[in-house]
């Protein structure tokens, strides 16, 4: 749902801004000292802090294949991987990484098939794969790896089972209408594709087929594997550890080396995104804008390739200090909510100063981590807890940033007319809209909330239709792809009817 607002309501604000990064929209629509305070303050933020652990869990995730697979010990294994990748993302750039995602994606997804499809015949056929993993889980009632109540609903379900405790409820509740708004400005990473692309349809036709592509093909021939591994390994230590035992069980030489070639061009897809990420912040947010303004071409191009050789080897050490891949992306996570309204909003509400965003920041990492480690709140603490504290601190962010918002002054008039002659945004716009009389905002009506809603039903069609068809329910899988397809083709439809004006 996040990508889906992405697609319909700020990839095109993206790519008219015409900026390199990001966080230099902060100086865009802010302006003045408290603007370039807060540029500096994402892009180290994000560069060091926020780029490290995420890429320390990504790393963790590929030593783990590497150790099940070559038995190498995990420092060994982490600071080959980071030395492989480092190599061609220094020299290639964006570009590289652009161009290399394309293969990339595509042979890892089909080493991932493959092996899911070995799994689903090994187990005896698609409906005998889903029985033996439910009983398997079943097996399982009581110990440490499963909740004491296990149905067939909690293992391959959507919807909570019908006697689930009221924690489920509401997590799942939080999970489809909180926890999406983190993705739904579609900043960071997927910000830097966007400003690549041709024009401003292309940006938006982007974020939709990565919408498709991450939600509905990519997921299933993992799951599928993790059924599997129930069945295989049911009391493993380290579950995060039970795919590539699974690969080494059914895998011979040939298709394992296939495989491992598809998970490391994936590793290598994720990293060098991140790293060339991570170093136009230090280089275009950082050291161009503060450090050495008028230098050449030539020497940005320098102290980014150093940057990222400084970023590759701090994602190396997190990766070896970190233990749980699934318990970094929740602190991540939870690190950053806090923000969420304030980052949609401020394309849209003229009234957001970079007070409203510094308070969200702020806030968010002192109740996040309050939350999170204070002894007071252990009853909230743990993973089970998790969309509790989220639900909180977005709560309380949000309440502190109106707040500073309203006892801040406003941006200054100039800047705010500046910034919607550039972008010609919609939204809540008074005033400067007032101010401007020429300039043709951009126009937001039926077509765009129509195919959010379209969009979403689409892609969730989508993700069901093709996991029924693995678990052999072939009557619900026909029936979700006849619901993908005609919400798909509504939704094409719906987009001829968008406003194109000037594009």
């Not at 490391?264 to 804008?289: C, E, K, P």
Request: overall charge positive; hydrophobic content about 55%.
């Amino acid at each position: 749902m996040g990508g889906m607002l992405c697609v319909f309501f700020y990839a095109r604000l993206w790519r008219r801004a015409h900026i390199l990064t990001d966080v230099e929209f902060v100086e865009l629509r802010y302006g003045g000292k408290a603007a370039l305070i807060l540029r500096l303050f994402h892009a180290i933020y994000r560069s060091t802090l926020f780029n490290t652990i995420t890429m320390g869990w990504v790393i963790l995730a590929m030593s783990k294949i590497v150790q099940e697979l070559l038995g190498w010990d995990k420092v060994f294994a982490v600071t080959v991987l980071v030395i492989i990748t480092l190599i061609y993302t220094v020299l290639s750039g964006i570009w590289g990484a652009v161009v290399t995602d394309f293969f990339q994606f595509i042979w890892a997804m089909l080493g991932c098939i493959i092996l899911a499809v070995i799994v689903v015949i090994k187990a005896g056929g698609p409906l005998e794969l889903a029985q033996k993993s439910f009983e398997a889980a079943q097996a399982l009632q009581g110990t440490q790896t499963l909740s004491p109540v296990v149905s067939s609903n909690q293992l391959l379900g959507f919807l909570p089972s019908p006697g689930a405790t009221t924690l489920a409820i509401f997590s799942f509740f939080v999970f489809i209408t909180v926890q999406w708004l983190g993705g739904g400005e579609g900043g960071g990473f997927l910000a830097q594709r966007l400003f690549s692309t041709k024009n401003e349809k292309h940006s938006m036709l982007a974020v939709l087929w990565y919408n498709f592509a991450q939600y509905a093909v990519r997921p299933w021939p993992w799951i599928i594997v993790g059924l599997g591994s129930l069945i295989y390994f049911p009391n493993i230590d380290d579950p995060e550890s039970s795919y590539p035992k699974m690969m080494v069980m059914f895998l011979g030489p040939g298709l394992r080396g296939f495989l491992v070639a598809g998970f490391l061009a994936a590793f290598m897809s994720t990293i060098t995104t991140h790293l060339n990420w991570g170093a136009s912040y230090l280089v275009n947010d950082v050291y161009r804008r503060v450090i050495r303004k008028d230098a050449s071409e030539r020497h940005y191009i320098i102290i980014s390739q150093i940057s990222t050789v400084i970023m590759a080897i701090m994602a190396g050490i997190a990766a070896w200090q970190m233990d749980s891949i699934y318990k970094a992306w929740l602190f991540i996570q939870l690190l950053m909510v806090g923000t969420s309204l304030v980052m949609l909003l401020r394309w849209y509400w003229w009234r957001i100063n970079a007070w409203s965003e510094i308070s969200a920041m702020v806030s968010s990492l002192i109740i996040a981590l309050i939350l999170d480690k204070h002894p007071a709140f252990s009853s909230i603490q743990g993973e089970d807890f998790y969309a509790v504290r989220l639900v909180i601190t977005l709560t309380l962010c949000t309440l502190i940033w109106l707040i500073v918002t309203y006892l801040t002054k406003p941006v200054a008039e100039e800047q705010l007319k500046k910034f919607f002659r550039h972008v010609r945004p919609g939204g809540f716009w008074g005033p400067i809209a007032q101010a401007c009389p020429d300039v043709t905002k951009l126009h937001l009506g039926w077509p765009e909330v129509a195919n959010f809603f379209l969009g979403t039903i689409c892609i969730y069609a989508s993700l069901f239709s093709i996991g029924w068809f693995c678990l052999g329910q072939y009557d619900l899988s026909l029936a979700a792809a006849v619901v993908s397809g005609v919400t798909g083709y509504v939704m094409f439809f719906a987009i001829s009817k968008m406003d194109w004006k000037g594009v």
